[in-house]
């Protein structure tokens, strides 16, 4: 089974940085496609910044230059490095997998992915 587990979130002021983390479990993510969305309330879900098996990443454009997603195959992990945040990255941030080639080329769409992690809370704010 595909699992998938975000570190905590937290609560940082505009400007801060915050990394989170996604341990996955029964799967290797350097075969798979291995994104991160955002949904914040009352909007939709979207896709942050994804990578796939190949390394070859995808980001929203209103992070990139901001937000870097990692792939550490030791630990069979994806991450994500958040700088420069802002109010409106307040969301709850999920973690997705998904083994298909097809999501290569959709990466940052919700619907490319099948596995989900729980999400963790991000809060900018002053």
């Known amino acids: 089974q595909v699992q998938l587990a975000e570190s905590a979130g937290g609560s940082v002021q505009p400007g801060g940085s915050l990394r989170l983390s996604c341990a996955a479990s029964?799967?290797?993510?350097?075969?798979?496609?291995m994104g991160w969305f955002r949904q914040a309330p009352g909007k939709e879900r979207e896709g942050v910044a994804a990578?796939?098996?190949?390394?070859?990443?995808s980001y929203a454009d209103s992070v990139k230059g901001r937000f870097t997603i990692s792939r550490d195959n030791a630990k069979n992990t994806i991450s994500l490095q958040m700088n420069s945040l802002n109010p409106e990255d307040t969301a709850m941030y999920y973690c997705?997998?998904?083994?298909?080639?097809?999501?290569?080329?959709?990466?940052?769409?919700?619907?490319?992915?099948?596995?989900w992690g729980q999400g963790t809370q991000v809060t900018v704010s002053s």
């Open positions: 997705a997998a998904d083994g298909h080639w097809q999501c290569r080329v959709t990466k940052l769409w919700v619907t490319s992915y099948a596995h």
């Open positions: 029964l799967f290797i993510v350097s075969r798979y496609c």
């Open positions: 990578i796939d098996n190949d390394g070859d990443t």
